[in-house]
């Protein structure tokens, strides 16, 4: 069988191309240099997509952090999320995310008039707190690697 690069090399070598042959040539337009370097950023995003695209870890954490935030939780177990297409993990989270984005803030200002104590712990350190925090990084390894917390 012949050998099959994976998309990760493939867009490497585009990103190689780009820098070493490419940019080099276009040294006095400053307009596609700058254009060719964006290019060469967006495919390393693509390329950390493709690791990242599971979207599985993100949604095992979710479960084991037993929040109980929506009848989604129980319509997607692990098993189930992991047959989803890439897209339809890709709602299932955002429609956690949000549903998720709605309790707390409906917990602030309920919390705020009623001088209650709140249902979740939301402070930092807290189990809300880390689980959003673990999910920033996630998203941020992909658009911006370089960025640590």
Not at 24 to 47: F, H
Not at 123 to 147: I, T
Request: net charge neutral; glycine share 2%.
């Amino acid at each position: 069988m012949q050998y099959r690069p994976e998309t990760k090399e493939l867009l490497s070598a585009i990103q190689d191309f780009m820098m070493k042959e490419l940019l080099p040539k276009l040294e006095d337009d400053d307009l596609l240099s700058y254009k060719t370097l964006v290019s060469w950023n967006m495919l390393g995003v693509i390329a950390r997509e493709f690791e990242n695209s599971e979207y599985t870890n993100s949604w095992n954490e979710i479960l084991e952090s037993n929040l109980s935030v929506s009848e989604i939780e129980k319509q997607y177990p692990l098993d189930s999320f992991r047959n989803l297409t890439k897209k339809e993990k890709y709602q299932v989270l955002f429609e956690w995310n949000r549903n998720l984005a709605e309790m707390i803030r409906n917990q602030s200002i309920h919390s705020k008039l009623k001088n209650q104590t709140t249902v979740w712990d939301t402070k930092p350190k807290g189990k809300v707190w880390n689980l959003v925090k673990s999910q920033l990084k996630e998203n941020l390894s992909v658009s911006n690697p370089r960025f640590q917390t």
